[in-house]
């Protein structure tokens, strides 16, 4: 007679296999119609919640996703994977306090799955710590060689830490392997310099495919517009970023109207009296910040500080709005707003900054002061100043054509969702320029303008005007600040390992033709080329 218990598992399993069959393939409503079949006849399965949770994050569905996550962990309070999932989760929520709760979780226990291992590395890279992200993309890769999903993680972490070639070996092993990889195609146009067409025409085969989703044409277009710049062709290298601009812009959701109220909700705020009146922050002198627009020269500025002896490159930190999320519970899943501005205005200031202090505390290094260089940290500047005091504080500055032609062709993650048009570029770039202005008229003492031009044009006398304002003695490694090996969370990360140079310095005009939209938004505002 038939044991109805051998039975009952050996339909749940088959169920199990074939929901991850459906999953893989893309199949979503039979991947669910299989959960609703394996939880009908055991509801406290553990594998099957799993199921629906990974179901539930390809369907982009995740308030299910955290339900069927945290349905694992309460049946199964050492499910390492379901504890990462929730992390990563919680960190796309804006949830910080329960990220790091479900990450000590996760990891309480020794991890042995390599997709969770390579999920791990993945929220640490989301926390700023690539140093221990590394260390779990390095294991998952031991676990599953030859996995390109895995690979292309621990490649960038590379590209990150400034080890190129090990990286451009693993894009080349992810490519023999997977050729149509368009992320990997796009990391590897970014390690290293064409010198001829074999990687683009490899390239247009691939976008000559009829169902190619929009963010692999982004990638690919984008990488092919990088490397026509390098070719020097000018106007083809314009077209690819205009076609990969527009395919990402069908991926995202820029919300402008919501950057406006933000905008103008800290310009009303943080006034000088706010300043004056707000208790004493916290005494450390360790943080130096360096702030702006990205692509006009952040990178630069660091690598030229970090080469000093008494300073220590952090990165691009999160830390500072995360210590506001921490401290308010502030829970909005979109990383700026006029809510977490006003969530913070009524944090303790001394409060914030030794969060600050303390959530950094595993990346600032052993020398006595480090730099933060988050650029989006310019909205931050009045609370940065009454947190910490005594911090150093640079803002970057470039001209706006050069700035916003930089943005528009670059392919970020998941920040900067302005720069994928150039009308919505140039309006964010406006209201950036006029922030920048009142935080000059109201703070412009506590923070030092420092020029993208004059830097690549005169080295020293800027770095040693710099150094000076740190407070620092002058050593002459700054100048030799490409040299260095320490890592590079940015996409700079290749560029910055060469000398300063003046390449880029109007490099606007090899397409001024294309770039009309933008420049008639910057003229009108006052601050185009003329």
């Known amino acids: 007679m038939p044991d109805p218990s051998a039975q009952l598992q050996s339909t749940l399993q088959a169920r199990l296999r074939e929901g991850y069959e459906h999953l893989m393939a893309g199949r979503i409503i039979e991947a669910s119609e299989c959960c609703k079949q394996v939880l009908a006849l055991k509801p406290d399965l553990v594998p099957g919640h799993f199921l629906v949770g990974l179901v539930a994050l390809e369907a982009k569905d995740r308030k299910t996703a955290f339900q069927a996550f945290g349905s694992v962990t309460k049946l199964d309070p050492g499910h390492s994977a379901a504890w990462a999932q929730l992390a990563r989760l919680f960190m796309g929520e804006g949830q910080v306090n329960r990220a790091d709760a479900a990450l000590q979780a996760a990891t309480a226990r020794p991890v042995r799955d390599p997709l969770v291992q390579d999920l791990l590395g993945t929220v640490y890279s989301l926390l700023g710590e690539y140093d221990q992200a590394r260390r779990w993309y390095e294991s998952a890769v031991a676990a599953r060689p030859g996995h390109p999903p895995f690979l292309i993680n621990l490649a960038n972490n590379f590209i990150y830490h400034g080890d190129t070639t090990a990286a ?125 627009q990205p692509r006009t020269g952040t990178t630069l500025i660091e690598r030229i500080i970090s080469s000093h002896s008494e300073v220590h490159a952090a990165g691009e930190l999160q830390q500072f709005s995360l210590a506001i999320r921490r401290l308010s519970d502030h829970r909005d899943p979109r990383r700026f707003t006029a809510g977490l501005f006003e969530a913070a205005s009524g944090i303790p200031p001394r409060r914030l900054g030794q969060t600050y202090l303390d959530t950094t505390r595993k990346v600032r290094g052993t020398t006595s002061r480090f730099v933060d260089k988050l650029p989006q940290n310019y909205l931050c500047l009045p609370l940065i100043l009454k947190a910490l005091p005594q911090a150093r504080i640079l803002h970057l500055t470039r001209d706006p054509m050069d700035a916003c032609f930089a943005g528009f062709k670059q392919l970020f993650a998941d920040a900067y969702l302005h720069s994928y048009d150039q009308e919505e570029m140039a309006r964010h770039h406006v209201r950036y320029h006029r922030l920048m202005a009142t935080w000059r008229e109201r703070f412009g003492d506590r923070f030092l303008d420092v020029s993208y031009e004059d830097t690549v044009a005169d080295l020293e006398p800027n770095a040693r005007r710099i150094i000076d304002f740190l407070g620092l003695p002058w050593e002459a490694a700054c100048l030799n600040f490409h040299e260095q090996a320490t890592a590079v969370s940015t996409a700079s990360a290749v560029q910055v390992r060469e000398p300063a140079h003046t390449r880029s310095v109007g490099r606007w005009r090899r397409y001024e033709t294309h770039l009309a939209p933008m420049r008639a938004i910057l003229d009108a505002a006052g601050i185009g080329p003329g």
């Open 168 to 292: 451009i070996r693993i894009l080349q092993e992810i490519l023999t392997i997977q050729p149509d990889n368009p992320q990997a195609h796009w990391s590897l146009a970014g390690a290293r310099r064409a010198r001829d067409e074999k990687h683009l025409e490899e390239m247009a085969t691939l976008l000559s495919r009829k169902d190619i989703h929009p963010r692999s044409a982004a990638f690919l277009h984008y990488a092919s517009g990088k490397e026509r710049e390098d070719l020097q062709q000018w106007d083809p290298a314009f077209q690819a970023f205009a076609a990969g601009a527009a395919a990402r812009r069908q991926t995202v959701e820029y919300d402008e109207a919501t950057e406006v109220e933000m905008f103008e909700y800290l310009e009303a705020t943080f006034t000088t009296e706010w300043l004056n009146q707000a208790p004493a922050g916290h005494p450390d002198a360790s943080p130096i910040f360096i702030l702006g």
